[in-house]
């Protein structure tokens, strides 16, 4: 969980602010057969406050590992009395990090679904979480995202009730720079999903660039286009460039495939260094999905850099204003789900 988190304030939406504490853990999880309602518990005779949901329980990216916390945010919420005379609950539904369905259930779940929602925080991923929140304060809603970063988002004319926990990624691109400059590396090859997640940070750092020269090649995740993933390896434009310091910028299932190819046409370390995300999930280059082996994969990976926020906790016993610390917290999340049936 990034420090930043523990210093985020927000007094006007403090119960917001404390499930904000929690949501950072995304751990990809199986759910199944667990409710997709958080309920008010039998006997409690506060007036129900219902948040709307929405993560992504499949697609390209996976968030759905966040329920133990989320849960252990509402259940504080409900006991420290923040909302007196009310009590807490939320109704949750799936994104499939997709715009589409997000947009969809947005209405069907969020919107026209009973009882009324107070708030929502969602939803899943940037390509559902930046739909949803240009409408979302349409219908009065205070959105909140776990998972987005863009600078976009900061257009209060576009987003009006919509705010994010994660740092700028102004910032992921001006450290990205820093890099290439402390290897002295001048050139930078990106092939790049034309999703707005990695348009915008690309478009950031060709921004910022100063001396380097960065050169790219986008792909479609749409199987009718004539850039797919699979044509631009096959026409030898992913790796035919002056470039060997290559910046990997799409989602888990596609690197696998962009470096599983790398290390058959011989396209790895000490030749070529690729720089990748660092927010995938644990183990995601062990795949059965691609024709190679984890060897393979981990000589292609071998001597690479992943670049995300930074995770360490610099005093993890400082209580925070949920009135617990990053290491109680740590241990109730990892009770709660294991009673969730959830990898801790």
């Known amino acids: 969980m990034p420090q930043s988190v523990l210093s985020f304030s927000c007094p006007r939406f403090i119960p917001l602010c404390l499930l904000a504490f929690t949501l950072i853990d995304t751990t990809s999880s199986d759910l199944q057969g667990l409710d997709h309602v958080y309920p008010v518990a039998p006997g409690d005779t506060r007036t129900p406050l219902t948040l709307g949901l929405m993560l992504s329980f499949s697609g390209d990216y996976v968030n759905k590992g966040a329920i133990p916390g989320i849960q252990l945010a509402v259940d504080t919420i409900n006991r420290v009395g923040v909302l007196p005379g009310y009590v807490l609950e939320y109704s949750l539904t799936d994104s499939k990090c997709d715009q589409t369905v997000?947009?969809?259930?947005?209405?069907?779940?969020?919107?026209?679904?009973?009882?009324?929602?107070?708030?929502?925080?969602?939803?899943?991923?940037?390509?559902?979480?930046?739909?949803?929140?240009?409408?979302?304060?349409?219908?009065?809603?205070?959105?909140?995202?776990?998972?987005?970063?863009?600078?976009?988002?900061?257009?209060?004319?576009?987003?009006?009730?919509?705010?994010?926990?994660?740092?700028?990624?102004?910032?992921?691109?001006?450290?990205?720079?820093?890099?290439?400059?402390?290897?002295?590396w001048t050139k930078l090859h990106a092939i790049n999903l034309d999703f707005h997640l990695f348009v915008q940070t690309l478009s950031l750092l060709v921004s910022l660039e100063g001396p380097h020269n960065i050169t790219s090649v986008s792909y479609s995740s749409d199987s009718r286009a004539t850039n797919t993933l699979n044509a631009i390896l096959r026409n030898g434009e992913a790796f035919d460039t002056e470039s060997r310091i290559i910046y990997l910028a799409m989602y888990e299932e596609d690197l696998i495939t962009v470096l599983c190819e790398a290390y058959h046409q011989n396209k790895v370390q000490p030749l070529y260094v690729f720089i990748t995300l660092g927010w995938y999930s644990d183990g995601w280059w062990d795949s059965s999905t691609v024709n190679c082996t984890r060897h393979q994969m981990e000589i292609a990976l071998n001597r690479s850099l992943a670049i995300t926020l930074d995770p360490q906790i610099r005093d993890t016993n400082m209580t925070t204003s949920s009135g617990l610390s990053y290491t109680q917290y740590k241990a109730l999340r990892n009770i709660r789900a294991g009673q969730l049936n959830m990898s801790s």
């Open 102 to 184: 997000a947009l969809t259930k947005f209405f069907e779940n969020i919107v026209w679904s009973s009882p009324p929602k107070v708030a929502f925080i969602g939803g899943g991923c940037e390509n559902a979480t930046i739909e949803t929140a240009k409408i979302s304060y349409f219908f009065n809603l205070t959105q909140m995202s776990c998972d987005s970063s863009t600078p976009e988002a900061e257009d209060r004319t576009k987003f009006k009730r919509y705010f994010q926990i994660l740092p700028n990624d102004i910032h992921f691109s001006q450290a990205f720079i820093q890099i290439l400059n402390t290897f002295n």
